[in-house]
C-alpha cells in the first residue's frame, strides 16, 4: 500500500483511451455515421438541439456519437460548442401561425378550419415490440398531406379569441431585445420571458414531473391541450446595415398552446388562460411539459395563491437545468478527502466528549 | 490543424473575458461581496472547478506560471485536468511549486507556505451563499447581505454550541470580511481560515454554476466568526506527524495502509511534504511514497 | 493594425495585440484596485484619440464594450475622434447620463461633477456603479494623501493635483456610502493608479 504522490495525468490519459474503445466496441460492427443518427435517432438529435439550444442536425449527431447516446452528455457537448460562438444578434420573433405544418392537433375541439393533422407520431400505436425491424424490412412510402392544406394554419386559440374567452397575447414593445440568460446572470424574479427561455432549455424529464405534479393537484389547473404543433418555420433576421429582414433559413418546431380554465379573482374576470411551450424539432412531451410549468409559474399575474413546487419560480428555475444539475451531483465523484479529514477529525472529537462525559457521568454515579 | 487553434488564448472569447474583468474589479472593490457574473458554459462540468477556470481564463498572460491543485496536491486527477486545460489553450508554464506560481487555482486548501504579494490566489467555489443552507432563496438572503442581518448565522452557530458544546463546522467556515460582508470561504477545512486574515496575495473567489465572483484583497481583515466565549479555533491533530516528512503543523490527509485498521497521515499539500523531504526532513514511513 | 474609415473620418488604430495587450493593462489595473494608491505602468502605446490620453485609451479598449455604457464629460462630449473611436473599437453606447453609466470618462477633473451623481449601486446590488475613469496630468508617488484600507499593509502615498479642491471631501462622503459607492481609475500618460470605494484618503 502506497501513497500515490504522481501519476494522476496518466490514469487520466488511460481512463479516456478505455472509453474511446468502449465507445466504438466491437470493431468487426460497422461504426455508426452521423448521417445515419440525424436520420434514424431523430427525437435523440432533436432533444439535444433544445436542451443544447443549438439548432444543427450534425452536430447533435456527432454529439451523440462522441458521448455513445449518454444525451444529456450530448447537450453538454453541444452548450459547451455553442457558448464559444459568437453572436450576431436576435432572430425576429418566428411566426409559427406562418409554419408548414406536418402534425396539428387540438383536444379542446373535435374539428376545427385545417382540421386534425395526426403527422408522424407514437400515439395510437400498439406499443409491441415490432421484430421486422430488427430483421430491416422494407418501409412503405406513407401518404402526405397536401402542402397547401396545412401552410397557415390560424391557431386554435385564436377561436378564443375571437369571442374573448382567453388572455389576450401580452404586447411586446417592437425591437425590443429579449432578454439572455446565457449573457446575464439569472435574477429573480425573473419575469415571464426569462422563465420561457429558461424552460426551453430545461431538462425534459425534470419538466416533465413538474407538469405532471400539477396534474395530480400540486397547484392543480385543469388543462387542455389547446393546440400542438409540428413543422418547418422560417427564421428571419434583421439587418441593420440593410434595413430589411433577411431569410436565414427554416427551423422545425414544436408548439404547445394549453389552455386552462380560471374561475377569476379579484383581479382578473373568468377566462381561459394559457401555457406556452416551444421546442425544437419533434419534442412534444417536452413542449406540454413546458407549457403546464410556464402556466403553474403565472400564478401571481391571476392572483392565485403560491401552494406547489411547480409555481415557484426559484425553485423550478434553479433546478430545471440538467448540465448544472448534473455537473454538481457528479462533482461528488471528485476527490472531497480534504473536507471529509475535517468532518473525520469533529466526528472523532464529539464522540470523544461524549465519551468523556458518559464516564464522568457514571464515575460520579458510582461515587 | 490543432485543436488549441480553434479556441482563443485561454479558451474564452474576450467579451467574455471583459465581462469577467469587470466584476473582478468591482469584487476587488467590494471585499467579500458576491458580484454576479454571466458565467459561461465551460468544457468541464459545472461543479468542477468552471468559476475558478474563467476568473483563470480572464487573467492570465502568456508570461504568467500556473499552479493548480486540487485537496491541496498537484496530481489528483481533477488539478491535472484543469492544468491540460490550460496548458493546451494559453500555452503557459505550469508549475508545482508554490513560490514559482504567479496565479495558484486551487480547491478546497490555501498552500501552507505564505503566499507573496505578487501572486493570485484563485478559488472554486460550489456554493458561493454562506447563507444558503439557512435560506435557501436567493432573494432573501439578498436582502440579509443588504441589511447586514446576519443574525440567522449566529443562531445557527449558538444551536450548535448548545448541543455539542461547541461550533460543529469544520470547513467552508463563515468568515466577515472587512467588518461587514459575511463570506463563504469555499470548502476549505477552516485550518486555513487564519491564512486569509491579511494575506499579502490577492484572494479570488468563483462559483460557475451559481455566477458569482467575489474578493479578499491584499492585507484585509478577515475574521471567522465566533462567540466571545467560545473562540474559533482550528482543527489540531495532536501528538500526528507526516509519516514521509515529519511536518507537524500542517493539515493532514489520513490513508487507510491495511484492511485492519492501519493508516498513516501525511501533507495534504503535496509541494510542501515534497519540498521538506528534498531538504531532507523525513517521516517515520518515508518509503510510503510512491510513483504509480 | 487595422485602420479603419467610418463616415467620420479615419479612426486610429486599438491595441496591435487585442488579446495579450489587453490582458497585460487588464493585469495592471486589477494589481492598482487590489493596492490602492500604488502606481502601475502601462506599457502598451497606442495612438490614443484626441484628448484621452494613452492609459485613457488603454484602459477603455480593456474593459469598455458594448455591455457597458460610457458617459462622457463636457470636455469630450462633443470629441467625434474620441467618440467614433470608442464606438469602432469597443461598441460601447456612450450614454449622456452618468447615474446609470457603467464607466465616465473624465478628462477635466477640476470640474468633475459630484460624486454622487454617477451611478452609486443599491444596497442589494452595490456592483451596479459608476466606474471613473480620470484623466491627469500625473500621479506623484509619495505625495500628499495618505492611502488605508484593504489592499493596503500600513499606508500608501500619492497625490494627483488635477483633481479639485473638494475631493478628499468628497471621497469622504463617497466611502461613507460603502457598499455603494463609486471607483476611481486615475490615468496619466503611461500609469494609473485606483481608488477603491474601500480605501481612506486623508491629506498628509
Known sequence: MYVAVKGGKKAIDAAHRLFADKR??????????????????????????????????????????????????????????????????????????????????SASYKDMPG??????????????????????????????????????????????????????????????????LTREPLEFPAGRKLRLQNLARGDEGFLLAMGYSTQRGYARGHAF????????????????????????????????????????????????????????????????????????????????????????????????DNIQATGFVEHLKLPHYVDFQAELELVRKMRREIEERDEAESQEAAE | MKQENFYNFAYLDEQTKRMI?????????????????????????????????????????????????????????????????FELTAGVESTTETSEASIIQTRHRIPEDDLTEDQVIVFQVPIPEPLRFLEPRETETRKMHALEEYGLMHVKLYEDIAT???????????????????????????????????????QLYGAGREKRIYAIPPYTDVVSLDFE???????????????????????????????????????????????????????????????? | MQIATTGLGAVSPGFSDPVHDAQSVFSAVMRA??????????????????????????????????????????????????????RFHCSAPITGDRATADFALVTNPQSMPDL????????????????????????LENGGWVLSGPGIESKHKIRSDDLSADFIAQWRSNRELFPRGVDVILCAEDRIACLPRTVKIEEG
Open chain 1, 225 to 320: 391541450a389547446g393546440e400542438i404543433r409540428m413543422g418547418e418555420v422560417e427564421v428571419e433576421f434583421f439587418a441593420e446595415e440593410l434595413g430589411f429582414n433577411v431569410p436565414l433559413g427554416r427551423v422545425k418546431l414544436t408548439e404547445c398552446q394549453m389552455v386552462t380554465q380560471f374561475k377569476g379573482s379579484s383581479k382578473v374576470k373568468p377566462q381561459f388562460t394559457r401555457g406556452y411551450g416551444l421546442a425544437f424539432g419533434q419534442s412534444e412531451r417536452k413542449a406540454m411539459s413546458m407549457a403546464l410549468v410556464d402556466r403553474a409559474l403565472r400564478w401571481e399575474e391571476y392572483g392565485e395563491e403560491l401552494v406547489a413546487p411547480a409555481q415557484d419560480e426559484e425553485f423550478v428555475l434553479s433546478h430545471s
Open chain 3, 33 to 86: 484596485m487590489s493596492r490602492p494608491g500604488r502606481i502601475e505602468q502601462i506599457n502598451e502605446r497606442l495612438e490614443a484619440p484626441s484628448p484621452a490620453n494613452n492609459a485613457v485609451a488603454a484602459v477603455i479598449l480593456t474593459l469598455c464594450d458594448h455591455d457597458s455604457p460610457l458617459w462622457l464629460d463636457e470636455t469630450v462630449a462633443g470629441a467625434e475622434e474620441l467618440k467614433s473611436w470608442v
Open chain 2, 21 to 85: 474583468r469587470r466584476a473582478i474589479l468591482k469584487a476587488i472593490a467590494i471585499p467579500g461581496y458576491q458580484v454576479p457574473f454571466a458565467s459561461r458554459e465551460m468544457p468541464m462540468p459545472y461543479g468542477w472547478g468552471t468559476g475558478g477556470v474563467q476568473v483563470t481564463a480572464s487573467i492570465i498572460g502568456k508570461d504568467d506560471v500556473l499552479k493548480m491543485i486540487d485537496q491541496g496536491s498537484d496530481d489528483t486527477t481533477n488539478a491535472v485536468a484543469l492544468r491540460g486545460f
Open chain 2, 229 to 292: 466565549d467560545y473562540p474559533f479555533s482550528v482543527q489540531e491533530w495532536p501528538d500526528t506527524e507526516c509519516g514521509l516528512c515529519g511536518a507537524t503543523e500542517v493539515y493532514f490527509d489520513e490513508v487507510v495502509t491495511d484492511d485492519h485498521g492501519g493508516r498513516m497521515f501525511c501533507c495534504s499539500d503535496s509541494d510542501y511534504c515534497e519540498k521538506r523531504r528534498a531538504a531532507g526532513h523525513t517521516g517515520k514511513q518515508p518509503d510510503q511514497a510512491a510513483e504509480v
Open chain 1, 24 to 105: 466504438r466496441g466491437d470493431r468487426s460492427v460497422p461504426a455508426m455515421t452521423l448521417e445515419q443518427i440525424a436520420n434514424q435517432l431523430s427525437f435523440a438529435v432533436d432533444r439535444v438541439m433544445s436542451e443544447g439550444s443549438l439548432y444543427d442536425r450534425e452536430l447533435a449527431s456527432l454529439a451523440i456519437k462522441q458521448s455513445a447516446g449518454d444525451l444529456i452528455e450530448a447537450i453538454f457537448l453541444i452548450r459547451a460548442y455553442r457558448t464559444t460562438l459568437p453572436r450576431f444578434g436576435a432572430s425576429r420573433p418566428l411566426e409559427t401561425r406562418e409554419m408548414r405544418v406536418e402534425r396539428r392537433i
Open chain 2, 164 to 202: 455539542h458544546g461547541h461550533i460543529a463546522t469544520s470547513y467552508a467556515y463563515p468568515v466577515k470580511v472587512m467588518d461587514r460582508y459575511v463570506m463563504d470561504p469555499s470548502p476549505t477545512p477552516k485550518f486555513d481560515n487564519p491564512k486569509m486574515h491579511k494575506m499579502a496575495a490577492l
Open chain 1, 115 to 180: 382540421g386534425q393533422v395526426l403527422g408522424p407520431t407514437f400515439d395510437y400505436s400498439h406499443r409491441l415490440l415490432d421484430f421486422t425491424l430488427a430483421a430491416d424490412g422494407e418501409v412503405a412510402d406513407p401518404e402526405r398531406p397536401d402542402e397547401a392544406m396545412t401552410a397557415q394554419l390560424g391557431h386554435v386559440a385564436e377561436i378564443l379569441d375571437r369571442e374573448g374567452l382567453i388572455e389576450p397575447v401580452p404586447a411586446d414593445a417592437e425591437n425590443e431585445q429579449p432578454p439572455d
Open chain 3, 116 to 139: 454622487d451623481t454617477f451611478a452609486l449601486g443599491t444596497d442589494e446590488f452595490p456592483d451596479r456603479s459608476t466606474t471613473l475613469i480620470v484623466q491627469v496630468s500625473s500621479i
